[in-house]
């Protein structure tokens, strides 16, 4: 039956990818000043709005289907598990770039609708070929090419300052650049990938979609949760404020955000591992010591990392973003404090998704969004964008106890 894994194996992967994570959150950094230094709050909110809507399709249906990728990769053929899910990734995205065409010709706007699809299925491609990395542990290339698509964004703003394009649009051109550009890096750099493309038609993996259903199946209406969980709060925000608020919730909810980076080196690492176990035939507890060592760790170094940034978030605010978005220093480490219970529930959920444990993850991820939307609509109203910035973070540690409580019980 195999032994539980018990250690915590340091080795270099783990440092590149540690390494990795703080430039991409440096780079993100430079990217969140410049974005505060020359943008609008009203041409951040107006892009956000259209941002979050657009994201609410890849994270539906493009998200599950890469996780399932991913859990099928240890116990079928390579090859075959990528047609097939390359195959479900064109349907689905067939079916929305007819609808964003539709939108675009009804709006009589068909360059933003143009950038938009372009944007939707390159950061859906991008999103392939990390999960693929991951999934076999290429850690040098997993980490090489995050860092580089940060660069390339930072430097994509520059360009956009530089040219004077400074609303809403240009950071359009800038998001479809970035994610169409990095999706045929994607697609064209690694042979597996490149063959399972070119021999999309053949018809062997077709074995693959009773598992597939049901391992997505679940997940899609914990999408629709995680959505409403990460979201929603920016319409609550224009319903009784403005594009500006929600310009300034943006910007502060970024910079709080930064604390996922921290959580995703040791998510990297850790689903390989975990996956061995899976692949080995050993049952899903054998992960448990190892996953709750790390979790607990988490929690205890990211609190403090969080509890510092809140008593600095005045200087923190001053620094790294600039004084016309001064509403939005108050924010930002609420969400920091959101983003450590919600990362702390990612590590537990290494093993839910390894082994195939999808039905309790819808349950955790409605409750969350009903308590979401339920604070949202008590403390919205009343407090503007710090209500909605404690509804954010209310929910996520209401979520991340039902996680843990879920993963204890899971054998």
Known sequence: MGRALTSWPINRSLGLLVGAQGATALLGLVTGKLIALYLSPDAVGNYNLGYVSLMLANTVLITPTLKSMRALLPIAPTDAVLRFHLRVMLLVYAGLLTSITLWGVLMANSLLAALAGLALVGQGFYALGLEYMNALARHRAFSRTQVLYSFVNALLIVLLVVSNQRQQTGLWIVLALLNGGF??????????????????????????????????????????CAWVINYVDRYFIERYGSSADVGYYSVGYSLGSKIVLLSMPVQAYLTPLVMQLKGSGQKPSSANPLLLRVFWLYVLVVGVICLLFFNLSAEVGRLLLSKSYEPAFRIAPVIAFAYLGMTASYILEVKLYAFSITRPIFSCYLVGAIVNVLLNCALTPAYGIWGAALATCLSAFCQSGLTLYVFLKTE
């Not at 042979?191 to 997940?219: C, E, K, Q």
Request: hydrophobic letters at 55%; a positive charge.
């Open 183 to 224: 999706a045929v890096v994607m697609l064209t750099g690694f042979s597996a990938l490149r063959a399972a493309f070119g021999r999309i038609s053949d018809a062997d993996s077709i074995s693959y979609w009773n598992p597939f259903w049901a391992y997505v199946r679940p997940l899609l209406g914990s999408a629709v």
